[in-house]
T-cell receptor, first 112, second 112 residues
Framework: ELKVEQNPLFLSMQEGKNYTIYCNYS?????LYWYRQDPGKSLESLFV?????AVKQEGRLMASLDTKARLSTLHITAAVHDLSATYFC????????????FGTGTRLKVLA | NAGVTQTPKFQVLKTGQSMTLQCAQD?????MYWYRQDPGMGLRLIYY???????DKGEVPNGYNVSRLNKREFSLRLESAAPSQTSVYFC???????????FGPGTRLTVT
């Protein structure tokens, strides 16, 4: 069964703290994506990770991919309130047929 | 450049009624997708179109049909709406299947 699991599902953290969101998936894939969704809004692409060992950084967010461990992480450095949102990872399981599976999301709340 | 647009934004249907959700993109993307988002379940792929003239089933296609009308437009039809189809529907597009996806604003559908 194709599965994508994120943890934690909910995360409440203080401003200035660091934290990591984990995305595990069940079967081999070389393509993983991170998206952000603000409440009541659409999804916005954050990162595209296309190979083992890929690391991307944008501002206070850094994403990495370990295809051998079937694991991606989204690391938050010195969180600020504006990062409060729901973060989704998505995995493309089948090259060429686009079975695109989203994780259930991590709802992040950064407290001032 | 409007990106991905969806109509309508909100819709209430009675059980058994039919309707079509419209999606258009002006980015000259080849691939288009329909998702539904339910609380606590992330996004699930309903149908996708890898390129103009092709469509294929995603994770949850039952109860839906799609039409790739041309390169710009991809519609989703509910032939006989059921309460289980109450959800937020998102359309997305991408230049190629291994690229990040760009999402529309969503349609909030309630079936009573």
């Amino acid at each position: 069964e194709l599965k994508v699991e994120q943890n934690p599902l909910f995360l409440s953290m203080q401003e200035g703290k660091n934290y990591t969101i984990y995305c595990n998936y069940s079967t081999t894939s070389d393509r993983l994506y991170w998206y952000r969704q603000d409440p009541g809004k659409s999804l916005e692409s954050l990162f595209v990770l296309l190979s083992n060992g890929a690391v991307k950084q944008e501002g206070r967010l850094m994403a990495s991919l370990d295809t051998k461990a079937r694991l991606s992480t989204l690391h938050i450095t010195a969180a600020v309130h504006d990062l409060s949102a729901t973060y989704f990872c998505a995995v493309d399981f089948t090259s060429g047929t686009y079975k695109y599976i989203f994780g259930t999301g991590t709802r992040l709340k950064v407290l001032a | 450049n409007a990106g991905v647009t969806q109509t309508p934004k909100f819709q209430v249907l009675k059980t058994g009624q039919s309707m079509t959700l419209q999606c258009a993109q002006d980015m000259n993307h080849n691939s288009m997708y329909w998702y539904r988002q339910d609380p606590g379940m992330g996004l699930r792929l309903i149908y996708y179109s890898a390129s103009e003239g092709t469509t294929d089933k995603g994770e949850v296609p039952n109860g839906y049909n799609v039409s790739r009308l041309n390169k710009r437009e991809f519609s989703l039809r509910l032939e006989s709406a059921a309460p289980s189809q109450t959800s937020v529907y998102f359309c997305a597009s991408s230049p190629t299947p291994d690229y990040e996806q760009y999402f529309g604003p969503g349609t909030r559908l309630t079936v009573t």
